[in-house]
């Protein structure tokens, strides 16, 4: 860790190679911050850029981020996909305004400099100048003035960049387990029903250590355990991949314990409320082998879930050290049955800014930056549920996932372990 | 009813609609809705491209009584006051029996810390039945302009 850290803020120090006490000033150092964009975001990382379904024909285009850093993705002429930073190499201003659209090519509004789809330069006003003035020198290639563009792979429609071009391949990157779970949810064709942000007084890292909690599931979200949806005690597994780095927590349910069948019988766990509307949770049956839900989290700031008949992704966009974007992207099937698409549009409420299984996890990270803030990142998280081990679990009353996140995060970060 | 006292009736029922969520009458809130209405919120983005993109999706008053028990019950929020400002009402035209009707809205959070912030601005698409003094929604459509939801969603706006 070579980072000259803001005066006030400790160097974070890991105490135990274990994982066990995570350094809280990780999580407000602003110099961190712009070692992760180097490291994680413009490093050896795949970033989640957009989906083939929301770009079908030449021409369009999705706007996003790379960390903090905007970026467009395009499919070009040629049906490819492309993505360049959104960012004129004339004066820099973003090219494209627009979140989404069809263009034949991108032109800068300052100076009209304009881009092809895979950001080359192709129009340049006033080259040779006008009746003998101005103009730029002889010297001047287009082709050394091209957009900076990232290298683009798609698994299952889902499109992801990276800007270290020798990076092994995105299949490769995501292992075993997250492959499994894009292969179950993303083997039909996919249509998006909404997007849906919030923007959370916190660091991103405080969301993704959220999704590989597993302990906080049916304490912080109660409408789980209240309404009779969800027990930590359900079958579950705790899977990793990426050196520790993604992680897939799914639950499973018996005939006789599933959601909304659960509620609609009771059977021996009592609810402490009664839902008027049980449409909101009643749920059919997708998966052969039981799963009701899974949260895969692909490092660094990527998810897919399936929370009952709930589909979709997540994307965290880091803002500032103190602060991240993040945008929900619903999906049904495009061969969804009408009753299909009624249950997931039902439970969309149990999801998102306000979902009833959801809402929770934006307050409880704000209040833990809040005071991470004010105490100026002195002490350790403390993180031993399940004990200190490293290895997959068959259950979910487990810390594990969130340790094995810290180990490679400080792997890639180059940061000193241990003392 | 003529023009006039019916456009008084329906800036009446927004401006109790908004005292009642102000005033943290939450039990009171699904009585402004008949039995078959539908609430939702959408973020104006989506709906601009055609898409669903709900925050909350609600067709019936037993989900809005549902919403109700779980804000006071179950869920966990941010501790806040809320304030709506309501505004440019308007009957835009006949619905069957009932009416068709918009309306502004800004809502305004305040925290624990006396910080206040906007939290939300958009618009009410509106079909109100019945008469005399006895306006309900049969839908209420909250169209957010605010398509980042600062934190988190709540409260009904």
């Known amino acids: 860790m070579s980072a000259v850290l803001r005066p006030g803020i400790p160097q974070p120090r890991w105490p135990a190679a274990d994982f066990t006490q ?14 992760e964009q180097e490291r994680i975001f413009r490093g050896r990382t795949w970033h989640y850029l957009g989906l083939e379904a929301e770009l079908p ?11 903090v850093t905007p970026v467009v993705l395009n499919r ?7 993505a360049f930073v959104n960012r004129c190499a004339h004066r820099g201003a973003a090219v494209v305004r627009e979140k989404r659209g069809n263009a034949a090519t991108h032109t800068c509004i300052y100076h009209q400099w304009s881009y092809d789809h895979k950001g080359n330069l192709v129009g340049i006003p006033y080259r040779r100048g006008i009746n003998g003035n101005g103009g730029y020198p002889a010297d001047f290639k287009p082709e050394e003035h091209g957009l900076q563009t990232l290298r683009v792979e798609s698994y299952r429609g889902v499109v992801f960049g990276t800007f270290a071009k020798d990076m092994e391949s995105l299949a490769d990157y995501m292992g075993e387990p997250v492959r499994q779970r894009f292969d179950a949810l993303c083997s039909r064709p996919i249509r998006v029903v909404g997007y849906q942000r919030q923007l959370i007084r916190g660091n991103w890292k405080l969301y993704v250590e959220n999704l590989k909690d597993c302990y906080h599931g049916a304490l912080l979200h109660a409408f789980n355990s209240k309404f009779g949806m969800f027990r930590t005690s359900q079958r579950g597994s705790t899977q990793m991949a990426g050196n520790g780095l993604h992680c897939v927590l799914t639950t499973y349910g018996k005939k006789d314990e599933k959601m909304g069948s659960t509620y609609a019988k009771v059977g021996t766990y009592k609810p402490a409320f009664q839902l008027e509307a049980p449409e909101v949770v009643e749920y059919f049956e997708e998966h052969d082998d039981g799963m009701v839900s899974t949260v895969l989290s692909l490092f660094p700031t990527f998810v897919l879930a399936q929370i009952a008949n709930h589909l979709g992704f997540r994307h965290i966009i880091p803002k500032s050290v103190d602060e991240f974007e993040l945008v929900w992207i619903n999906f049904v099937y495009a061969d969804d049955t009408e009753e299909h698409l009624y249950r997931r549009r039902m439970q969309g409420n149990l999801l998102g800014p306000g979902g009833y299984l959801s809402m929770e996890d934006a307050e409880a990270l704000e209040l833990a930056h809040a005071t991470i803030l ?19 679990q068959d259950h979910l009353v487990t810390e594990v996932p969130i340790r094995t996140f810290w180990k490679g995060y400080c792997e890639l970060m180059g940061m000193r372990v241990g003392a | ?10 800036v009446a029922l927004n401006y109790r609609y908004a005292r009642c969520l102000d005033e943290n009458r939450l039990d009171d809130w699904p009585e402004f809705f008949t039995d078959d209405c539908r609430y939702y919120i959408q973020p104006r983005d989506n709906r601009d491209h055609g898409l669903e993109g709900y925050w909350l ?4 008053r037993r989900m809005l009584r549902d919403r109700v028990v ?9 501790i806040h006051y809320e304030r709506r400002m309501v505004s440019n009402v308007e009957i835009t035209g006949r619905d069957g029996e009932g009416w068709v009707a ?19 601005a958009g618009e009410y698409r509106d079909r109100i039945v019945g008469a005399g003094g006895g306006l309900r929604f049969r839908e209420r459509a909250v169209i957010a302009d605010t398509f980042t939801v600062p934190s988190h969603l709540s409260m009904p706006i």
Request: aromatic share 10%.
């Open chain 1, 76 to 82: 070009g002429k040629d049906g490819q996909l492309h």
């Open chain 1, 22 to 35: 995570v350094p809280f000033s990780v999580h407000i150092d602003p110099a961190l911050f712009e070692l």
């Open chain 1, 57 to 67: 024909n030449p021409g369009d285009f999705v706007a996003s981020y790379v960390g």
């Open chain 2, 57 to 60: 999706y609600f067709e019936n």
């Open chain 2, 1 to 10: 009813m003529i023009a006039a006292e019916l456009e008084r009736e329906v």
């Open chain 2, 70 to 78: 779980s804000l006071k019950e179950v869920n966990i929020y941010q």
């Open chain 1, 374 to 392: 004010s105490q100026g990142g002195k002490g350790h998280a403390f993180v031993e549920m399940g004990g200190r081990e490293m290895a997959d």
């Open chain 2, 102 to 120: 918009r309306a502004n809205f800004l809502v305004v959070h305040t925290d624990n810390e006396g910080r206040s912030k906007i939290f939300s």
